[in-house]
C-alpha cells in the first residue's frame, strides 16, 4: 500500500459511512420538521431514543475504529522505516569493520613469498618490509561502538584475532634482537627469526580470516 493510499478511506468504507449519516440525518430531519409523533408514530418516543443513541453511537464508534486503524498503519510505517535504517547502519559498521582486517588475513602469504625467492634474501630487505607491515596492522583496533554490532561468536574470534595480532606485532617489533649478530649474514630463507615471523603471521592470518566470516555472515543477517 502506498502512502497516499494509505492516507485516504477506502472507497467501499466512505459508502458505508455515507450511507449511516445520510440516514441518520433523514432522521434527525423528520423530527425537527414533522414531530417526533409524524413519520414515526408507531414507535414510542422511549424507543425513538433508543435508536438514535444506538445509531450516533455506531457512527462514533466507526470514525474512532478508522482512526485507529490509520494510526495503527502509519505507526507501522514508522517502525519499518526505523528498522531499515537501522539494518543499514550495521551493514555499514560490518563492512567497516571487515575492511579493516584485510590487511592482516592476506599477510602471511605475501611473507611467504620470501621463502621461495631464488637468491637470499638481506635483513635489511626484510626489516624493512616488516617495518611497512607494523605501520599498516598497529593502528587496528576495535572500539565498544564497533563491539555492539557483533554476537557472541563474532566476539569470540576477534578476541582471538586481536590476541595473534598483539603476538605478530611484539614479535615484529623485536624482530632485530630475535636476528642477534647474524644480521651480516642474514638470509630470510633460512633465518629461525624469520621463521618464528612467519608461523606467528599465519596464525594471526587464520583467525583473521575466521573473524571476517563472522562478519559476512552478520551482514548477511543483517539484510533480512
Known amino acids: 500500500m502506498s502512502k ?21 440525518g433523514a432522521v434527525l430531519t423528520a423530527i425537527a420538521l414533522v414531530g417526533s409523533d409524524v413519520p414515526l408514530k408507531c414507535v414510542e418516543g422511549g424507543n425513538l431514543a433508543d435508536w438514535l443513541a444506538a445509531a450516533g453511537t455506531w457512527i462514533i464508534g466507526y ?5 485507529t486503524r490509520d494510526a495503527h498503519f ?53 626489516n624493512a618490509v616488516l617495518q611497512v607491515v607494523v605501520e599498516g596492522l598497529d593502528p587496528l583496533s576495535w572500539n ?4 555492539r554490532y557483533l554476537d557472541v561468536d563474532a566476539l569470540r574470534t576477534l578476541a582471538k584475532f586481536t590476541v595473534d595480532l598483539r603476538i605478530f606485532l611484539s614479535t615484529v617489533k623485536q624482530f632485530g634482537d630475535l636476528v642477534g649478530e647474524g644480521k651480516a649474514t642474514f638470509d630470510a630463507r633460512t633465518s629461525p627469526a624469520f621463521s618464528t615471523v ?24 543483517a539484510q533480512v
Open 63 to 67: 470514525a474512532a475504529w478508522r482512526v
Open 198 to 221: 612467519i608461523d606467528y603471521a599465519k596464525e594471526m592470518s587464520i583467525s583473521g580470516m575466521q573473524f571476517t566470516r563472522e562478519c559476512d555472515r552478520l551482514y548477511e543477517l
Open 74 to 126: 502509519q505507526r507501522s510505517r514508522e517502525v519499518a522505516a526505523a528498522e531499515s535504517k537501522e539494518r543499514e547502519a550495521k551493514r555499514s559498521r560490518l563492512r567497516d569493520i571487515r575492511f579493516r582486517t584485510g590487511n592482516a588475513t592476506g599477510l602471511y602469504e605475501s611473507l611467504a613469498t620470501v621463502l621461495k625467492q631464488k637468491t637470499a634474501v638481506n635483513f635489511a630487505t626484510v
Open 4 to 24: 497516499a493510499q494509505a492516507d485516504h478511506v477506502p472507497r467501499r468504507d466512505a459508502g458505508i459511512a455515507c450511507v449511516i449519516s445520510m440516514a441518520f
Open 144 to 147: 565498544d561502538s564497533d563491539r
